[in-house]
């Protein structure tokens, strides 16, 4: 499965568009977790319990949309963007969505 945030594919060619597929998830930290990074808020410095969070989160979005598409027998998903929000505290949204397209090489 190709997935790139492009709408073209170098020596692809798009001969279906299958439509919009999405993948999210919500996800939350630990207390621990928080705790450890209110203190690193004071000192400065990177959190980097949130950075896994969100770098783990972004990876089971994309691995969301990527199972909807292979659904519609798409073989790449093209122009793949991110967004998030916040749905609660301390829990965030990680939605991943893209065009579900077949490609054939040109």
Do not use: H, P
């Not at 977790?33 to 410095?45: E, F, K, M, T």
């Amino acid at each position: 499965m190709i997935v790139t945030t492009s709408g073209k594919i170098k020596g692809k060619k798009v001969v279906e568009t299958m439509g919009l597929v999405m993948g999210n998830t919500i996800r939350a930290k630990w207390i621990g977790a928080d705790v450890v990074s209110s203190l690193r808020q004071i000192v400065g410095g990177e959190l980097n319990e949130y950075t896994d969070m969100l770098s783990e989160a972004r990876e089971e979005a994309i691995q969301r949309m990527v199972a909807e598409a292979k659904s519609l027998k798409a073989n790449a998903v093209v122009d793949v963007r991110f967004t998030t929000s916040q749905v609660m505290e301390n829990a965030a949204e990680i939605l991943a969505y893209g065009t579900a397209v077949k490609v054939k090489k040109e």
